[in-house]
């Protein structure tokens, strides 16, 4: 079965540093990719998606992601964090052959100011 | 549009009784989905529908009914509720279960099993 693990559990920046969460997946075949962002008492929101093409995708609010086919991989990256970044963080994968989009356990990102 | 509308948005249930989280969308997605969210577990599959007529398991049914009687709907019911069923609850939906579309959520039902 298809399964997406999220190495870091809970990241404390301060304003300014740059950003990385890894994004591992199992499955062999085609898939789709995502991030999603959670704020404090909101919904999930999209960040990026990768569906095809050019593996370094770019998102919303200058978030970006590295699809790694070699590694099954989906890091996100940011250069420059902001307070208003603190949220939880979500990496997402659909299968091609069963259309489920099963979640990671999450990030939850502390960004001090 | 309204999108992806979940009612309640709180509950608070005793163990044993039973209850429907209501999912509605008016975006005519075929596919829709529904997810809890607990700590530390990110949020997992219960059940999905591909289509009206059709609905199948996630990853952590038991415990749990669907039907898709109409495109726009797509209920959960919890027939006797548990304490482990404490969680926030998220349906989703997006246009069809194969393709390059992006699935949009709801704002979540918080229920409370005591």
């Known amino acids: 079965a298809q399964s997406v693990s999220q190495h870091n559990h809970h990241v404390i920046l301060s304003e300014a540093a740059s950003l990385e969460l890894g994004c591992n997946y199992s499955y062999g075949g085609t898939v789709n990719l995502f991030w999603y962002v959670q704020y404090p008492g909101q919904h999930l929101q999209l960040l990026l998606k990768?569906?095809?093409?050019?593996?370094l995708v770019k998102g919303i609010k200058g978030f970006e992601a590295e699809f790694i086919k070699s590694k099954f991989s989906f890091n996100l990256r940011k250069p420059s964090v902001q307070w208003s970044d603190t949220a939880e963080y979500f990496c997402a994968v659909r299968t091609s052959n069963t259309g489920k989009l099963i979640f990671g356990q999450g990030t939850t990102l502390q960004v001090k100011p | 549009n309204a999108g992806v509308t979940q009612t309640p948005k709180f509950q608070v249930l005793k163990t044993g009784q039973s209850m429907t989280l209501q999912c509605a969308q008016d975006?005519?997605?075929?596919?829709m989905s529904w997810y809890r969210q607990d700590p530390g577990m990110g949020l997992r599959l219960i059940h999905y529908?591909?289509?009206?007529?059709?609905?199948d398991q996630g990853e952590v049914p038991n415990g749990y009914n669907v039907s898709r009687s109409t495109t726009e709907d797509f209920p959960l019911r919890l027939l006797s509720a548990a304490p482990s069923q404490t969680s926030v609850y998220f349906c989703?939906?997006?246009?069809?279960?194969?393709?390059?579309?992006?699935?949009?959520f709801g704002p979540g039902t918080r229920l409370t099993v005591t």
């Open positions: 529908s591909v289509g009206a007529g059709i609905t």
């Open positions: 989703a939906s997006r246009i069809a279960a194969q393709g390059e579309y992006e699935q949009y």
């Open positions: 975006m005519n997605h075929e596919y």
């Open positions: 990768y569906f095809s093409g050019d593996p």
